[in-house]
């Protein structure tokens, strides 16, 4: 089965309406009849809910992300050997942390694949599967 890692760019996307919210719907829905699964690391997770909160303040960043948490995606802790990995990542491709731990969930399982808006990617291909969103 495949599992979308979903990060923040992906999900900020999907609440905003803007261009590939209906692809990252349809995963939503692939993971809710249970024809795919979604994580989504911790620490993209708080990026999303700063997003909201510094966009809506907080009685919207509750709405949302309550909203987000129904759709029960698998949140990804930070373990220790994937922190150091992601480190690695960050050092040697140039990405951010963030966006490290997110490939380095996505590299777990040739079934994986990240979904992502952020073109900032497109330097680590050769470690992942990863879908882009259109361009807005």
Not at 49 to 59: D, E, I, M, S
Request: glycine share 4%; charged share 25%.
């Amino acid at each position: 089965m495949t599992v979308f890692v979903l990060d923040s760019s992906a999900v900020l996307r999907f609440i905003d309406k803007e261009a590939g919210w209906n692809r990252v719907s349809d995963i939503l829905v692939a993971h809710l009849t249970q024809t795919a699964e979604i994580a989504i690391p911790a620490v993209q997770w708080g990026e999303i809910a700063g997003q909201v909160r510094k966009r809506l303040g907080v009685p919207g960043q509750n709405r949302v992300m309550e909203k987000l948490a129904e759709f029960q995606p698998r949140i990804e802790s930070v373990t220790s050997e994937r922190a150091v990995r992601a480190a690695a990542i960050k050092v040697d491709r140039k990405i951010s942390y963030a966006d490290a731990i997110a490939l380095d969930l996505a590299m777990d399982s040739p079934d994986c694949v990240l979904v992502s808006a952020d073109f900032g990617f497109k330097a680590v291909t050769d470690l992942a599967r990863i879908e882009f969103l259109p361009a807005k």
